[in-house]
Structures are given as structure tokens and as C-alpha cells.
């Protein structure tokens, strides 16, 4: 776009071709507002910057104030009917967009030029309050160099560079200023929280697990490649089958839903809650980035310690081990614990707190009631295990796992279990609860994740919406307590052992679905590329968006630990050094040769014991130059060297018009 403006400038004139280019910067500006502005918005903008490119390359004057005025007027007005207010982000947005647009049409002065150019500068800002990826960074950037380019333009007063010349320049002026942007990062006192997270709006389409489950609910998740969060240990990890990734525990069912009972603890009461927990086996010590979105619980591996602080956030733990917080949805949250697979929770639980877990609803699912008496009556006879093996295993023989299951009545157990045979994770842990109930077991629907994708670039686990699944829990007295149970396992163990995607029948390998299919193969290049991409979104995710006042210090300290050592600061002193004398060296290479050849001559005139003046002309250097003791011959070439000098740098030169740098490069060498 930008060469195609360059070539359609070309035989316009210098004040045409200027504006064009402005024009070109306020697009790129206000194009990517497009998308959440309203469509009259839009349609009006575009119409204006089509009015305003009409009138700079048809030679026209500007609409007068009397027209400009009353259409500035109706838009405004557009605006608070459309919000209802002139404040807050979208109506501020859309009004800034608007008075871009017009400001365009009403250009009279030097000045206002440069209002156009810092009113989009200060536009630019907002796209941070939709979008803080690092694609809609490097958009910035761009329009940044563009926007530079067109404010140099008006500066120069003389013959203008190519475009090309001038974006060069204005790429050199913002690496000049990124590295001060840099250190005003990294060192600048963080505020609370993300710079650019609004509360309340940044969260606010974002799926997510819910506190309920009703058949088919997990299904739009399970279709969702949404990053829920992403986990990384700090030593070895468990197996991928041992990935259970603790939210809701559901004990509350009315027939159609199961939904949370669970009561937040008192200190005293995590206190006596902790002690009904056994840890045994390894350990396994995690940190997890919880992205933002409909947030109410902790995902914690199982079974993780409690997490007593996060900052900004105000976590607390309930009597069925669930881990909630406190925080807004538009921010990341961070914490750590340490998970121990291996454990062995409440078997000390008084019959009337048991009764919890074994209500049923009324005059729902007889089928399933007669089957969980010859459940019960198994139970009876050969002990808990072997009723619970002889479900599960009925489960593996006889059901199917899929995404597309049948739509259930009044009496969904029954039909699940004895018509459909066809399910999801929830139809499969809901009715397996149900079961267990029924033949006397205590019981309960565990919602969260189970498993998550390594990246082997960087080390982290990321859990996606489709990784949603739902387990069980059976309480098994005093000896074992609550122990999970997977029915979902017994019939696609394949979904525990690897993903969704990879359990669920494959597309045959072509088209899009193939190329899909190529980008979870963790062998293929495909994949790498996509560890790469998600690589960089997460250290961009971890040091760019959630650098907060907490990670500033932490890092802070640790660099000033790192500069203790003189060893690592003499190697970034050397980088420091060797940057330099590139940047040197560089510099050099592009200067101007002209420029080039007139320092080399003043170094040989100093030899000579002839210093030029700061504010001294090729003219008078040259009068200076016929005063030296030198044979005739090389004053002659001295004196046409500034000649043809002054006629390159100050004017158009009449002779050795071929090639008049050679010239001068020949009577350089000709004065020395």
C-alpha cells in the first residue's frame, strides 16, 4: 500500500503528496478500530477519509466551518445515543475516531498538522484496551514508523528524500528511542494490575468451566482450543494419566443437574481439614498462569496443598477441597503449590456428614434404581471393589464415547444407561455417581481438566477449554476415603493417556481437518512451529502483560544479584562495547559519500596545521587554503575540491555532472 501511495505521489505536488501520505498513517491507525467500532461509525469515517483523499488530489478547497460544524455536532450526538454516554472506553474511542476523521477535513495551518499526528498517536494507545497480543504490537510498530515518516515529512524545507529515504529515517528514530522505552519498562514503579485491563469488560465473552453440570454441558468446551491455563513444573512431571486438574466437586443433584454444596473454610477448619489428609509418595512443586475469563475456581493438580496467597486475589478453600478465589476476570493470576497423586483424604467422616453424598432426588430413574440393588447386593457379597469393577467394567463393554450423544428426558440415567449407551464425560461420571448412591456408596461428579499438551520449547503445560472433563469420587471408609474414579477411562482410555483430539475418529488427511491433524503430530514441523508460536505468546503473556509490581521487584532483585558477579558484568560491558563499534561501523557505511569525502579532507587540512572553524564554509576554507605553503598543483586541487563541495551540498553542481562524486573522490586524492 505504502508503494502504491509512493508511486501515486510522484507527479503530485510536494503538498499533496504529503497529505497523502498522513492520510495513509490515520488509516492505519483507525483500521484496526473497525472491528468493535459501530457500522455507522465506520461507514462515516471511511466516507470522510474518502472526501478528504478527493479533495487533496482534485486540487479542491476544504469544506468550509459552517458544514463541519453541524455534521460534528450530529455525530456526537450519535454517539451518546448509541452508549448513552460520553464517557468511559467505547464512547471515548469512538468520539477520538471520529475527531481523527474530521480534524483530517479541517487542516488550514502548520499546526494542525500536528494535532492530526499526536491525536493519532494518543488513538493508537486505545487499540491496547481490546487487544495486547503481539501481532496487534507489531501492527503499532508499524503504524508508529509511518506516522514518524509523515511528521519528518513536513519538516523538511527543501528538496524531499524518497519515501522510502524517510521511512528508513523514522525506522532509525524509533530504534534510537526503544531502548530508553526499554529501561522505563523494565525499572518504571508498576501500578496494580495490567496497565491496559479494564474490570468487567476485558473477561466478559470468555468461556469457562461453570459450577453446574447437566448433560451436553461440556460439550461446547470440549469443542473450545481456548488456553483455560498453562502449568509448568519444577522438577520431573507426573504422567499424563495422573493429570487431574482439581475445580468444582458437584454433590447437589435434582434429577436433571448436579451443582456445589461446598462451604468455605474457616483458618481453624482448613486447619482440621488438613490433618484428614495424608500425603504419601512423591511430591511434585508447579507454578500455573490462569488465563483470564469466567473465573470463580483454582485449578490445582490432585491433590495439591491449599494456596494461601496470590497476589491481588483472595483465595480460600472449601470442606470438599475445592480451591476458589476472589479477583477480577480481566487479569492473569499466578500461583504455585505442590501436588501429591499419592494421598489418602478424610476417613474420618461422621455418618450424618455422609448422608450428603448419598441424596438422591424422588421418583426419577427406576431402571436404575433395580440395577443399583443387584450393584448393592454384589457389594454385599465380594466388598466395595468388586461392585465398583463390575460397573466400570460394564461401561468398557457396552458404551461409547463420543461428542454427539443423544438428547435425554425426564429420566436421563435410565435412557443413558440402558437405551442410548452413548456419552460424553459428564453423562458417564453423572450417572456413575448415581449409581453408587443408589447401591449405598457416597459419591460425587469432580468438574476440572484432565491432562494438557507439553511444549517441549519451553518447558510449560498448556490446558486448553477441550482438555474439560469430569471424574468421580467414592467415599471407601476409614482406610482409603475419597478416591477417584474415571469411568470415562474405562471405555476411551485413550482420552486419559493422550487428548480429545486424538481419541475422538479422525478426518481423512486432507483439506483443513488434515492440516489439523499434521499440527498435533508433535513430530512434524507443523507442530514445532506452533510450540514456537505458543512459546513466544507465553513468555510475551509472562514478562510483557503480566509484569506486575511482584515480578518488577523479583526481577529487579535477582538482576542486582547477577551484577555482583564481575564476570557477567564485564561480558555485557564487552556487548555493550561491541555493539557499539558495530553501530560505529554501520553509521558509517550509510553516510552520505560526499559528507564522507569533505571529513576525509578536513583530517588532511589539519595535518597541514589547518583547523576549519565550526561555523566555517567550503568559501571561506577555501580562501584559507590558498594561504598555505604548498606546491601549486596541490593548492590548485584543494581549492576544486571545496568548489565542487559547495556546489554538490549547496547547489547544483555545472561541471562532472556523470559522476561528480568520483570527481571529488579524485581530487581528494589529488590534495594529499
Known amino acids: 500500500m505504502i508503494a502504491g501511495i509512493a508511486r501515486l505521489a510522484g507527479p503530485l505536488t510536494r503538498d499533496k503528496s504529503d497529505t497523502l501520505l498522513l492520510l495513509l498513517a490515520s488509516v492505519l491507525v483507525l483500521l484496526p478500530h473497525f472491528g468493535h467500532l459501530p457500522l455507522w461509525t465506520s461507514a462515516t469515517i471511511c466516507l470522510s477519509l474518502l472526501w478528504r483523499a478527493a479533495v487533496t488530489l482534485r486540487g479542491s478547497r476544504l469544506p468550509p466551518l459552517w458544514l463541519l460544524l453541524p455534521v460534528s455536532v450530529l455525530a456526537m450526538g450519535g454517539v451518546y445515543l448509541n452508549f448513552h454516554t460520553l464517557l468511559g472506553r467505547e464512547a471515548g474511542v469512538t468520539m477520538l475516531s471520529l475527531l481523527l476523521t474530521f480534524k483530517l477535513l479541517e487542516m488550514h495551518a502548520r499546526r494542525d498538522l500536528f494535532v492530526v499526528i499526536f491525536l493519532s498517536f494518543f488513538l493508537l494507545l486505545t487499540n491496547f484496551f481490546y487487544s495486547q497480543s503481539i501481532a496487534t504490537a507489531a501492527v503499532m510498530v508499524v503504524t508508529i514508523i509511518v506516522l514518524l ?137 508447579y507454578e ?78 427406576p431402571r436404575t434404581l433395580r440395577y443399583a440393588a443387584q450393584i448393592q447386593a454384589l457389594r454385599e457379597e465380594k466388598g466395595d471393589a468388586a461392585a465398583i469393577a463390575a460397573v466400570l467394567s460394564n461401561f468398557r463393554d457396552h458404551f461409547e464415547y463420543t461428542l454427539e450423544p443423544d438428547r435425554l428426558g425426564r429420566d436421563g440415567v435410565d435412557e443413558f444407561l440402558f437405551d442410548t449407551r452413548k456419552g460424553f464425560c459428564e ?168 559528507d564522507t569525502a569533505y571529513l576525509a579532507f578536513c583530517r588532511q587540512l589539519a595535518r597541514h596545521g589547518l583547523s576549519k572553524a565550526p561555523d566555517e564554509g567550503p568559501l571561506g576554507l577555501s580562501q584559507r587554503v590558498r594561504q598555505l605553503n604548498l606546491p601549486r598543483e596541490k593548492i590548485a586541487a584543494m581549492t576544486a575540491f571545496l568548489e565542487l563541495y559547495g556546489a554538490l551540498k549547496y547547489g547544483a553542481p555545472s561541471a562532472h555532472k556523470d559522476n561528480p562524486v568520483a570527481r571529488l573522490k579524485s581530487l581528494l586524492k589529488q590534495s594529499r
Open 149 to 285: 515518516a509523515a511528521q519528518i515529512t513536513f519538516q523538511y524545507t527543501g528538496h524531499v528524500p524518497p519515501l522510502a529515504t524517510r521511512l528508513k529515517l523514522a525506522g532509525r528514530v524509533f530504534l534510537v528511542a526503544a531502548p530508553l522505552g526499554v529501561l522505563l519498562f523494565i525499572g518504571f514503579p508498576r501500578i496494580q494490575g495490567p496497565l491496559w485491563g479494564l474490570p468487567g469488560d476485558a473477561g466478559g465473552g470468555k468461556s469457562g468451566m461453570s459450577d453446574s453440570m447437566s448433560p451436553g454441558s461440556m460439550t461446547s468446551l470440549a469443542l473450545s482450543e481456548e488456553v483455560a491455563f498453562r502449568a509448568k513444573f519444577s522438577g520431573a512431571a507426573p504422567l499424563q494419566q495422573q493429570l487431574y486438574w482439581r475445580g468444582p466437586v458437584l454433590s447437589r443433584y435434582d434429577g436433571r443437574t448436579w451443582s456445589r454444596i461446598g462451604e468455605l473454610q474457616s483458618p481453624r477448619q482448613l486447619a482440621l481439614l488438613q490433618r484428614q489428609i495424608a500425603y504419601a509418595g512423591p511430591s511434585y512443586p
Open 427 to 594: 453423562h458417564f461420571s453423572g450417572a456413575f455417581v448415581y449409581l453408587m448412591r443408589a447401591a449405598g456408596l457416597p459419591a460425587r461428579v469432580v468438574n476440572g481438566y484432565q491432562g494438557g499438551e507439553f511444549n517441549p520449547v519451553d518447558g510449560y503445560y498448556t490446558i486448553r477449554q477441550s482438555d474439560a472433563h469430569a471424574w468421580s469420587e467414592v467415599w471407601l471408609g476409614d482406610k482409603r476415603g475419597w478416591t477417584r474414579f474415571d469411568p470415562t477411562a474405562a471405555v476411551a482410555p485413550e482420552r486419559i493417556r493422550s487428548s480429545l483430539s486424538q481419541t475422538l475418529p479422525q478426518a481423512a488427511p486432507f483439506g483443513l481437518q488434515g492440516l489439523a491433524n499434521l499440527a498435533r503430530d508433535q513430530g512434524s514441523w507443523l507442530a514445532k512451529l506452533r510450540f514456537g508460536i505458543s512459546a513466544v505468546n507465553n513468555a510475551w503473556n509472562q514478562w510483557i502483560l503480566d509484569y506486575n509490581p511482584n515480578r518488577q521487584e523479583n526481577f529487579l532483585k535477582e538482576l542486582a544479584t547477577a551484577f555482583g558477579d564481575w564476570r557477567l558484568l564485564a561480558a555485557l560491558v564487552a556487548c555493550a562495547v561491541l555493539a557499539w563499534l558495530a553501530r560505529q561501523r554501520w553509521t558509517w557505511r550509510v553516510r552520505d559519500p560526499v
Open 288 to 365: 500455573v498462569t490462569l488465563e483470564p475469563g469466567r473465573r470463580q475456581f483454582l485449578f490445582m493438580l490432585e491433590l495439591s496443598e491449599p494456596v494461601f496467597r496470590i497476589e491481588e486475589a483472595s483465595p480460600s478453600y472449601t470442606s470438599e477441597l475445592e480451591q476458589l478465589v476472589q479477583a477480577a476476570s480481566d487479569k492473569r493470576l499466578r500461583y504455585d503449590s505442590v501436588a501429591h497423586p499419592a494421598y489418602v483424604a478424610q476417613t474420618q467422616l461422621a455418618p450424618e456428614t455422609l448422608q450428603t453424598w448419598l441424596q438422591l432426588p424422588q421418583g426419577f430413574n
